[in-house]
């Protein structure tokens, strides 16, 4: 290989095997198209015996099928190719327990890092076993990062689902709107927590600036739970619409909860956006086919799997949190007297 390509031995494994070293684009580019003459592929197995682990990312989203996760995915799979390495993904079902069985079995395929996307829970026991796992990891060398709230010890990208919800609310609450639903996810899902939390909090203060009490207490602000899915939205919305009436605004802290929310709405003869006022929470790619458009809190989805992939380049050596800020994005679906993107 590195005869065929003209260049020492070490250059040749620094450019095939992902080294933290530069090798000149000259030197590179000889490299990989000897290794394409020669069919060549790099034997992960003898690299992880070489040097204690394998030059890949592993992954663990909870839905690849939700376009949340595979934006974030595919953020962290182009950041790590960018980088040299390879990656691997896994899919909880979001189910804490598979989470903690993924993580073990990385383990033993030893991965530079591995990257969990998704929401934290309220179980502390299941929370400590996952602790357990990836401290465990660290502690054979790997790295581990969190795409979700703070909270454990380990380096965290975490997304402002709080001030993003109640940034969204603040804005929705002085656009004549008087009677709001909220769809939330599953009560155990911090992330769902968040959102939730954030909107009530926004609308409250939003519509009852004086009241210096817990928030809770200042609206009747109906919360509806159901799964974090198209088909969760529609079913929760069902429901809201059967146990509260019909309402002025419907707040879904996912956009898919969102979408299927608005087709439950219309097959009960209600429009999104002129009969009632829709929002999600993401701004998902697939949303531009959704109409009317869909108001939304936009997140850097892709940005934050790149970061993670930063954080295993890059690794310090101290714990490091960073928060990406959500941004309001203000579309057809809330059209009373608010401007659209």
Known sequence: MARDAGVSL????????????????????RVLAAAERLNYAPNLQAQAVARGRTNTVGIIVSDITDPYFAQIAGGII?????????????????DP????QLVSSLRGLRPAGIVLVGS???????TARLETQLRDFEAEGGHVVLVTQAGLPFDTIAFDNVEGARALAARLATAGYARAIVLA????????????????EGWAVAKHP????????????PVVHS???RAGGYEAMGRALADHGRPDLVFAVTDLMAVGAMARLREAGIEPGRDVAVAGFDDIETLRDVTPGLTTVRLPLEQGGIAAVDLILHRTGSQSLMRLPA???????????VEHE
């Open 185 to 200: 996810g599953p009560e155990r899902l911090m992330t769902s927590r968040e959102r939730a939390d954030g909107f009530l």
């Open 10 to 29: 070490a250059t040749a494994s620094r450019t095939l095997n992902g080294s933290a070293r530069r090798v000149k684009e000259e030197y590179r580019a």
């Open 210 to 221: 004086a009241d210096a009490g817990p928030f809770e207490d200042t609206l009747d602000v």
């Open 78 to 94: 182009a950041a790590a190719e960018a980088g040299g390495m390879g990656a691997s993904i896994s899919v909880s079902g979001r």
């Open 327 to 337: 941004e309001v994005v203000v579309r057809e679906s809330t059209p009373a007297g």
């Open 120 to 126: 934290r829970v309220t179980d502390a026991a299941v």
């Open 227 to 229: 799964e974090f899915t």
């Open 97 to 100: 327990e598979r989470e903690v």
